[in-house]
Protein backbone atom coordinates (compact mmCIF):
# COMPACT_ATOMS: atom_id res chain seq x y z
CA UNK A 1 0.00 0.00 0.00
CA UNK A 2 3.11 2.26 0.41
CA UNK A 3 4.46 1.71 -2.56
CA UNK A 4 1.23 2.41 -4.41
CA UNK A 5 0.97 6.03 -2.13
CA UNK A 6 4.71 6.93 -3.05
CA UNK A 7 3.87 6.18 -6.89
CA UNK A 8 0.91 8.36 -6.65
CA UNK A 9 2.68 11.35 -5.17
CA UNK A 10 5.97 11.46 -7.75
CA UNK A 11 2.92 11.29 -10.75
CA UNK A 12 1.23 13.69 -9.30
CA UNK A 13 4.19 16.01 -8.89
CA UNK A 14 5.63 14.99 -12.38
CA UNK A 15 1.98 16.49 -13.72
CA UNK A 16 2.18 19.48 -11.72
CA UNK A 17 6.18 20.45 -13.04
CA UNK A 18 5.16 19.17 -16.83
CA UNK A 19 1.53 21.66 -16.82
CA UNK A 20 2.46 24.46 -14.45
CA UNK A 21 6.20 24.73 -13.73
CA UNK A 22 8.30 23.35 -16.87
CA UNK A 23 9.65 26.57 -18.98
CA UNK A 24 11.57 25.35 -22.02
CA UNK A 25 14.61 27.22 -23.08
CA UNK A 26 14.41 30.63 -24.19
CA UNK A 27 15.89 31.41 -27.44
CA UNK A 28 17.74 34.32 -28.39
CA UNK A 29 17.45 35.76 -31.90
CA UNK A 30 20.62 36.84 -33.07
CA UNK A 31 20.18 36.29 -37.01
CA UNK A 32 18.31 38.08 -40.08
CA UNK A 33 15.62 35.70 -39.12
CA UNK A 34 15.10 32.87 -37.11
CA UNK A 35 13.46 29.55 -38.32
CA UNK A 36 10.78 27.95 -35.71
CA UNK A 37 9.15 24.16 -36.23
CA UNK A 38 5.87 23.43 -35.98
CA UNK A 39 5.89 19.74 -34.96
CA UNK A 40 4.47 16.99 -32.68
CA UNK A 41 1.95 19.71 -31.22
CA UNK A 42 4.61 22.39 -30.21
CA UNK A 43 6.67 25.59 -31.83
CA UNK A 44 10.35 24.96 -31.59
CA UNK A 45 11.35 27.22 -30.09
CA UNK A 46 8.89 28.19 -28.50
CA UNK A 47 10.15 31.14 -26.00
CA UNK A 48 11.94 33.53 -28.41
CA UNK A 49 13.69 36.73 -26.79
CA UNK A 50 14.15 39.71 -29.33
CA UNK A 51 15.86 42.94 -29.10
CA UNK A 52 13.22 46.12 -27.93
CA UNK A 53 12.51 48.68 -30.96
CA UNK A 54 13.83 46.28 -33.35
CA UNK A 55 11.85 44.98 -36.65
CA UNK A 56 12.35 41.21 -36.69
CA UNK A 57 11.50 38.10 -39.56
CA UNK A 58 10.29 34.79 -38.01
CA UNK A 59 10.26 31.90 -40.28
CA UNK A 60 7.73 28.88 -39.42
CA UNK A 61 7.83 26.03 -41.32
CA UNK A 62 5.04 23.78 -40.66
CA UNK A 63 5.84 19.69 -40.21
CA UNK A 64 2.41 18.97 -38.05
CA UNK A 65 -0.49 18.22 -40.70
CA UNK A 66 -2.97 18.89 -37.81
CA UNK A 67 -5.18 21.48 -39.12
CA UNK A 68 -4.39 23.09 -35.59
CA UNK A 69 -1.00 23.76 -36.11
CA UNK A 70 -2.27 25.33 -39.74
CA UNK A 71 -2.87 28.95 -38.54
CA UNK A 72 -0.47 31.02 -36.68
CA UNK A 73 -2.15 34.18 -34.66
CA UNK A 74 -0.61 37.19 -32.34
CA UNK A 75 -3.56 38.48 -30.93
CA UNK A 76 -1.51 41.22 -29.06
CA UNK A 77 -0.07 42.63 -32.91
CA UNK A 78 -3.77 41.05 -34.44
CA UNK A 79 -1.57 39.14 -36.75
CA UNK A 80 -2.94 35.72 -38.08
CA UNK A 81 -1.38 34.16 -40.52
CA UNK A 82 -1.51 30.57 -41.80
CA UNK A 83 1.46 28.19 -42.10
CA UNK A 84 1.49 25.70 -45.44
CA UNK A 85 2.66 22.62 -44.64
CA UNK A 86 6.06 21.66 -44.73
CA UNK A 87 7.28 25.23 -46.39
CA UNK A 88 8.88 27.91 -45.07
CA UNK A 89 6.06 31.51 -44.16
CA UNK A 90 8.18 34.26 -43.27
CA UNK A 91 5.96 36.23 -41.00
CA UNK A 92 7.43 40.38 -40.70
CA UNK A 93 6.89 41.44 -37.03
CA UNK A 94 7.37 45.36 -36.44
CA UNK A 95 9.53 47.00 -33.88
CA UNK A 96 8.06 46.25 -30.44
CA UNK A 97 8.19 47.48 -27.01
CA UNK A 98 9.61 45.73 -23.93
CA UNK A 99 7.24 43.16 -22.88
CA UNK A 100 5.89 39.20 -23.67
CA UNK A 101 3.59 39.18 -26.63
CA UNK A 102 2.06 35.48 -26.81
CA UNK A 103 1.29 33.94 -30.51
CA UNK A 104 -0.65 30.46 -30.54
CA UNK A 105 -2.75 28.21 -33.01
CA UNK A 106 -6.19 29.14 -33.82
CA UNK A 107 -7.13 26.79 -30.88
CA UNK A 108 -4.33 27.80 -28.48
CA UNK A 109 -3.11 24.28 -27.88
CA UNK A 110 0.41 25.02 -29.67
CA UNK A 111 1.54 28.12 -27.43
CA UNK A 112 4.92 29.82 -27.68
CA UNK A 113 5.78 33.95 -25.88
CA UNK A 114 8.09 36.41 -27.58
CA UNK A 115 10.04 38.18 -25.10
CA UNK A 116 11.06 41.38 -25.94
CA UNK A 117 13.89 42.79 -23.96
Same mark, same amino acid.
Given at each position: MLIINIV? *? !? !? *?ALIIWWFWLYRPKEAVFEQDKMTILVENGIYQPS? *??IHVNQATRLQFIRKDAS?????LVFPELEISETLPLNRPKSIALPALPAGVYHFHCQMQMYCGELHVE
Open positions: G *I !L !L *IR *IKPCAET
